[in-house]
Every structure is written in structure tokens, then in C-alpha cells.
């Protein structure tokens, strides 16, 4: 166990809806990553935030926005949902300062749109 | 071309045999490097990391890598049944983004 959690473990949402995905980091962290990993797939990343600003991005475009609070507890939101954001989403949790940052995944949110 | 790569496999082995993964990677400036493993239905577990050349090892597992030839390798041995997974290679580039591979699948053989 890694101390990374997640809420929902799953959801199904249809195409056009909304979704926000909730991720608390593991004790001790102060950056969140997520990423989006489709079947058969390695986990694409998405974002990161740190001190509660988005601190690098992938090439995902902005209907995917997140958040990060005080407590370092980050959320995910997805808009306007299409069929090729179904996948399992991840939350990865690390300490940024050392130089050699490692992440460590929570459980992920498998997310299906139809 | 791909930032990270690796054979997808399978691949299989017996039991107590040595698996051995592989990895490349494209962009010299990277700094760190990492192997995850990942059971169907579940997240990645961080099984090694590792930052200079050279060879790494924990228990069964020992992380190789090669800046030189941008390569990174995972040798499991005396391979148990529990260790059939995807092992997924990363690297860190910039700090705050971490490049995936697609993974490799590992049958171990009983």
C-alpha cells in the first residue's frame, strides 16, 4: 500500500457529461501526477501540480483541468466527455525537492463513458 | 519515435529462471529511471529505481542501466509464479514528467 488513495474506484458516465476524479496524496508529498492509462496502454501523463499551481502538462487538451488544495489532495476534471477518455485514471504522489522524484500510484479511478 | 520503448512480449519463462526486460529511451537529458510492475486490474507498484550506470539490486530483482547507449534493463531471478505481471519502464526527464513505455507482459511458467 502505497498511501495514495482514490475516489471513485469506478464510474460510468455518458458522452457530453462532466467528471471530476479525487486523489489524496501519501503522507509526507507535496505534488500530485495523474495520468490516463487506456487498455493495453502505458500511463500517459496529464498533469502535475505542485504547491497548488499546474506544474507541467501533457498533450491533453483543456477540458481536462484539476486542482490541487492546501493539503495537497488534488482533484481531476474532465469536460465534455468523449468515448476515448474511458480508461483507468491514475494518481501519482511524490516529493518534489530531492532531485531524484518518485512517484507512487494510488489505486486509480476506472472511468467508462458511453 | 516512441520516448520510452519496450517489447510488449509475452514473454515466458519457467519458474526459477532469470527474466530479463528491457528498455530504451530517446532523450539522452534523461535523469532518472524507474520499473513499475502491474497486475491485470490493478495500479503500478514502484519495484526499482535507479539514476547512474551501472547495475542496482534489490533481492530477486536488479535494475541495469546504460546512459551511454540509452538503455535500462530489469533481471528477475529464480522468477516465482506471483511475479507474471506487466513491468512498466519509466523515465524521468524534466523532473515533474514521467515518460511510460507500454510494458512488457511476463508469464512465469509454473
Known amino acids: 500500500e502505497t498511501g495514495v488513495t482514490q475516489s471513485p474506484t469506478h464510474l460510468i458516465k455518458t458522452r457530453g457529461q462532466q467528471v471530476t476524479l479525487r486523489c489524496s496524496s501519501q503522507?509526507?508529498?507535496?505534488?500530485v501526477s495523474w495520468y490516463q492509462q487506456a487498455l493495453g496502454q502505458g500511463p500517459q501523463f496529464i498533469f502535475q501540480?505542485?504547491?497548488?499551481?499546474e506544474n507541467g502538462r501533457g498533450n491533453f487538451p483543456p477540458r481536462f483541468s484539476g486542482l490541487q488544495f492546501p493539503n495537497y489532495s488534488s482533484e481531476l476534471n474532465v469536460n465534455a466527455l468523449e468515448l476515448d477518455d474511458s480508461a483507468l485514471y491514475l494518481c501519482?504522489?511524490?516529493?518534489w525537492g530531492t532531485g531524484q522524484e518518485t512517484q507512487y500510484f494510488g489505486p486509480g479511478t476506472r472511468l467508462l463513458v458511453l | 519515435q516512441k520516448e520510452v520503448e519496450q517489447n510488449s512480449g509475452p514473454l515466458s519463462v519457467p519458474e526459477g529462471a532469470i527474466a530479463s526486460l528491457n528498455c530504451t529511451y530517446s532523450?539522452?537529458?534523461?535523469?532518472?529511471f524507474f520499473w513499475y510492475r502491474q497486475y491485470s486490474g490493478k495500479s503500478p507498484e514502484l519495484i526499482m529505481s535507479?539514476?547512474?550506470?551501472g547495475d542496482k539490486e534489490d533481492g530477486r530483482f536488479t535494475a541495469q542501466l546504460n546512459k551511454a547507449s540509452q538503455y535500462v534493463s530489469l533481471l528477475i531471478r529464480d522468477s516465482q509464479p506471483s511475479d507474471s505481471a506487466t513491468y512498466l519502464c519509466?523515465?524521468?526527464?524534466?523532473?515533474?514528467?514521467?515518460?511510460f513505455g507500454t510494458g512488457t507482459s511476463l508469464t512465469v511458467i509454473p
Open positions: 503522507s509526507g508529498h507535496n505534488t
Open positions: 532523450d539522452r537529458g534523461s535523469q532518472s
Open positions: 519509466a523515465v524521468n526527464r524534466f523532473g515533474n514528467q514521467f515518460y
Open positions: 501519482a504522489s511524490s516529493f
Open positions: 535507479i539514476y547512474s550506470n
Open positions: 501540480y505542485y504547491r497548488e499551481e
